[in-house]
C-alpha cells in the first residue's frame, strides 16, 4: 500500500512543479512581451520624428522657386499623420506602450515637439511641427485637415510650392 501512496504522491508533486514552472514562463513571457511593445513604439516615435524632418527638409528645398514639386514616401505602422492646413501644422499621433517624452511637457527635437499624455496604462504621443508665420500649409489646395492611418504600403505624398500669400509659401500636400 505504500508504493500506491509513494507514486500518487511522485505524480502529484510532477504537476504541481508543472503548474509552477508553467506560472512563471508566463510572468516572465508577459514582461518581455511589454518591453519589446515598448522598443517597437520607441522605434516607431523615432522614424516618426525623422519623416517629419524630412518633409520639413522638403519644404525649405521648394520655397525659393514656385511651381516646385517634390514626392516623398511615408509608411506609417501605428498611429496616424495629420496634415492639418487650418492650423498650419504637421502632426503625427500614436498609442504608445512607450513614454516617450514627461506627461504634459513639450519637448522640442529639431522642429519637431513631441508631447506626451498619460491614458490610464499606455501614452498618447503626439509629434507635431508648426508653421504659422512661414507657411500656409494647404492639402489640395484647400485649407483643410487631412488624416492618414496605419497602411500596409507607403502613401505617396507630393509637395508643391505654390507661391506666396501675406508673406507665407503656400506649400500644398497631396496624397496620392
Known sequence: MKKRYKKGQIWI???IYTLIALVMIGVVLSVV???IEEGQDKIIIEGSINML???NTIFLSIKGVVGNKRQIQVSIKKGALEIDGINNQILFEMESEYEYSEH???VSYGNVIANT???GKTSIVTLTTNYPNEYDIQY???DEKKSL???QTPYKI?????GENGGKTIIDLEVV
Open 149 to 151: 492611418t496605419k497602411s
Open 104 to 106: 504634459g511637457k513639450n
Open 13 to 15: 508533486e510532477t504537476v
Open 33 to 35: 512581451k511589454q518591453k
Open 158 to 162: 507630393f509637395i508643391t510650392n505654390n
Open 140 to 142: 489640395k489646395e484647400k
Open 117 to 119: 499624455k498619460k491614458t
Open 53 to 55: 524632418e524630412d518633409i
